[in-house]
């Protein structure tokens, strides 16, 4: 018996990817930019275990038995596993056998947070140190084919996704624009809004869109190519401004899209909608760029802001979105934050200002998470096993 245990980030879109032109392949119709964030805070971890004597391909999901369907997204993954372990001449595990394998995440699935990039980019990475394949970007089309937005997050930092052009889908891979060390001071704030409407999901959304949406060729033709340059040429410069505007600007017309696809997907609420003018007002005050939002399929906002600006936007955001659980201390997640005197002193304009946006919504937060840029996958040592005996933990 053989076992692996890896842990794998989450990536958040700056531009976002969104339609495909192969289902199966998951071949998009756009090239996508994500960030990596840090492990530390939110990853997937997945446990991978090979037996002689397993008599079939089993996986467990946050505790429970999921099926293992052929054709499904997880079989296309592991076959496309077993094909690299063969051309890569690996002896180190037969293919022949039959693995188990254990995934968790270490944030609530309910936070919609992209779980499943995760999850498949743990899963690859996990499958690739058993089979000793290293990461490559033919390993990425692997992952891509688990979820698309996936394949970003088997590299930290800045990570591209190219469109690619190939009806194989193998010049369709991620690529790094820059480590987590290039831009070390970038933060997150995620706010997880209180929301119970149930939404489509991002799979069946694009396809609608695609289908319906007469915005999404102009998006995918002209507008995105525009913006990969411009942002790729902003994250090596470290240019915040320049950063700020186009991942706002990207997060909007995204849901713009999602609004003209028929019938229209409603991802955000009005929550999601006084956060992106509070962080507008915000930016208005400051007198430049120091947050800028982006929205996925679903009313959770990202905030990008620099470590040196996190305690002030944090306490703006506290000012105008106050809660109950401010000082529970499970409302707060993740990184800690240096506390900011809040009290207006003569002369400092910005508190000042700030002081007078209204209050916008109470408790609309069910909690906040702060973290950071962070790395790619990596493999964790034996005693961090989800399994004993190739079955998981408690069961
Ligand atoms: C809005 O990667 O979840 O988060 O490829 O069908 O599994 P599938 O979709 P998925 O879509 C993510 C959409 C997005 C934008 C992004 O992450 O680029």
């Known amino acids: 018996m053989i076992s692996v245990t890896c842990v794998a980030p989450v990536n958040i879109a700056l531009i976002k990817y969104w339609g495909k032109r192969h289902e199966d392949l998951i071949l998009p119709i756009n090239d996508s930019i994500s960030m990596t964030l840090s492990t530390d805070e939110l990853c997937a971890k997945t446990t991978v275990t090979a037996s002689e004597t397993f008599e079939q391909n089993r996986m467990w999901l946050n505790g429970d038995e999921v099926p293992f369907e052929e054709g499904s997204r997880l079989t296309r993954c592991l076959k496309e596993v077993h094909r690299l372990a063969l051309a890569n001449g690996s002896q180190k595990v037969s293919p022949s056998w039959k693995i188990h394998i254990a995934s968790v995440n270490n944030f609530p699935t309910a936070a919609g947070l992209a779980s499943s990039a995760a999850g498949y980019a743990c899963l690859v990475y996990s499958l690739a140190r058993l089979y000793d394949i290293p990461l490559s970007e033919e390993l990425t089309t692997v992952a891509r084919q688990g979820s698309g937005s996936a394949c970003r997050s088997l590299y930290g930092g800045f990570v591209q996704w190219h469109r690619g052009a190939l009806d194989n889908g193998s010049d369709s891979v991620a690529k790094q624009i820059a480590s987590s060390k290039h831009w070390p001071n970038m933060h997150v704030l995620i706010l997880v809004v209180n929301d119970e409407r149930k939404k489509t999901a991002s799979t069946k959304g694009m396809q609608q ?27 090596e410069k470290r240019d915040f401004q320049t950063f700020a505007e186009i991942t706002m600007k990207d997060s909007n017309q995204f849901h713009a899209i999602a609004l003209d696809t028929y019938p229209p997907c409603v991802y955000m609420n009005d929550v999601s909608h006084k956060i992106a003018s509070f962080v507008h007002s915000y930016n208005e005050i400051m007198g430049s760029l120091h947050a800028a939002y982006t929205f996925d399929a679903g009313p959770n ?77 990596k493999e964790l040592s034996d005693n961090n096993s989800l399994m004993i005996n190739g079955l998981p933990l408690g069961d």
């Open 209 to 235: 869109a695609v289908k319906t949406s007469q915005l999404i060729r102009h998006r995918a033709d002209k507008v995105v190519p525009e913006r990969i340059a411009q942002l790729t040429d902003a994250i």
């Open 301 to 377: 906002a990202c905030l990008y802001v620099l470590e040196e600006n996190v305690p002030e936007l944090l306490d703006a955001v506290q000012k105008v979105f106050p809660s109950d659980s401010m000082d529970s201390g499970t409302y707060l997640r993740g990184l800690s934050v240096p506390k900011v005197d809040s009290t207006p002193k003569i002369g400092d304009v910005h508190k000042t200002k700030i002081d007078i946006l209204d209050i916008n919504a109470r408790n609309a937060f069910r909690y906040i998470i702060h973290t950071k840029v962070g790395e790619g996958p």
